[in-house]
């Protein structure tokens, strides 16, 4: 399983590949925000610039700060050139996220083959979905703001959210029904919850900066053990009960 956004906190949005029932999640912004890409080597160059600049800014700066200026004098480029590929902060924004969307796939538990451990594919998911995300920490942030100021991209988080959601929910009745999980919990609620609580805590402890008590920053190591092993005992794996 693999922990997703949810409607409330930034987690790792993720692209994921297509289900056996042909789900698939949507990509990590509106396609409808974007424009042909350019059909020149030069055309390219200079949007690739324009799309480096503007995260680079947004991170720094936050989404609501951020001015066109400092996108295109980040990239070196003349303010003009900026409306030849994007019309506004919010296309841009969108080209932003769907660059960046390689570097936060992971593959998930999906569907655990009979013979794989599935506590040991639960670890390596979640250490490859929290590294991915303090990777990409302050996009993160960056995305919790815009979904506070932009519906459009809010309403498409959430569905994003509720597609991981229904693909851990599945990996987990396909567990129930071999004996592996709990067959007394209700999976997609289980989903919910246990997805929720790793994206709230991947949120707390790199986009916050949340820190142990002896002052330390978590460390990622024992991020991953903690909360695999809550999932593991959550679920009731064998061996964890």
């Given at each position: 399983m693999v922990a997703s956004d949810s409607s409330t906190v930034p987690g790792m949005e993720t692209t994921a590949p297509e289900e056996p029932d042909?789900?698939?999640?949507?990509?990590m912004a509106p396609l409808s925000h974007l424009r042909e890409p350019p059909t020149t080597k030069r055309g390219a160059r200079t949007r690739a610039a324009l799309v480096k600049a503007a995260r680079t800014v947004f991170e720094r700066d936050g989404y609501l700060d951020t001015r066109l200026t400092d996108i295109t004098r980040e990239a070196q480029c003349a303010a003009g050139s900026f409306y030849t590929y994007f019309a506004n902060k919010e296309e841009v924004l969108a080209a932003v996220l769907l660059e960046a969307q390689e570097d936060m796939m992971h593959p998930g538990m999906g569907r655990v083959q009979g013979t794989d451990d599935p506590h040991v594919v639960l670890e390596a998911s979640n250490r490859a979905y929290l590294e991915a995300y303090k990777r990409n920490a302050k996009l993160m942030g960056l995305l919790e703001q815009v979904a506070q100021v932009e519906p459009e991209f809010?309403?498409?988080?959430?569905?994003r959210a509720d597609a991981f959601i229904r693909r851990n929910a599945r990996g987990i009745a396909d567990l129930q029904a071999r004996g592996v999980a709990d067959r007394?919990?209700?999976?997609?609620?289980?989903?919910?919850?246990?997805?929720?609580m790793v994206s709230v805590m991947a949120y707390n402890a790199f986009v916050l900066g949340e820190r142990q008590e002896e002052g330390a920053p978590v460390d990622l190591e024992e991020l991953v053990s903690t909360v695999t092993r809550l999932w593991a005992n959550a679920l009731r794996f064998p061996g964890h009960r």
């Open positions: 042909g789900e698939q999640a949507p990509p809010r309403e498409f988080r959430r569905r007394e919990v209700d999976p997609m609620m289980a989903s919910r919850a246990l997805s929720g």
